[in-house]
Nanobody, 118 residues
Framework: QVQLVESGGGLVQAGGSLRLTCAAS????????MGWFRQAPGKEREFVAAFIQTATTYADSVKGRFTISRDNAKNTMYLQMYNVKPEDTAVYYCAVRSTYYVPKYDYWGQGTQVTVSS
């Protein structure tokens, strides 16, 4: 089992910055992929950014504004958000795809709320 705990959400003004943290614990941790997703009120959950092994990938809506990083020694992943916009308001989730052979993200955190005021 893998446990994921997000933190760092809150209220921020448009144009501001925020850093989210995802702390992972549990069994030996070396996932195939680890990423961030978000879900705004009334909308479906959407992909934000992820590590696929060592490569990074971003949604077009956040490219150039958000940066994903990780500290393998701490089993921690970060999402640095710059120049946030009201449309970035959502619950942000950390997720892990444990192996290549599992074609989905199979572990999820509880989420952290990000609210961007205009």
């Amino acid at each position: 089992q893998v446990q994921l705990v997000e933190s760092g959400g809150g209220l921020v003004q448009a144009g501001g910055s925020l850093r989210l943290t995802c702390a992972a614990s549990g069994r030996t941790f070396s996932p195939y992929a680890m990423g961030w997703f978000r879900q705004a009120p009334g909308k479906e959950r959407e992909f934000v950014a992820a590590f696929i092994q060592t490569a990074t990938t971003y949604a077009d809506s956040v490219k150039g504004r958000f940066t994903i990083s990780r500290d393998n020694a701490k089993n921690t992943m970060y999402l640095q958000m710059y120049n946030v916009k009201p449309e970035d308001t959502a619950v942000y989730y950390c997720a892990v795809r444990s192996t290549y052979y599992v074609p989905k993200y199979d572990y999820w955190g509880q989420g952290t709320q990000v609210t961007v005021s205009s």
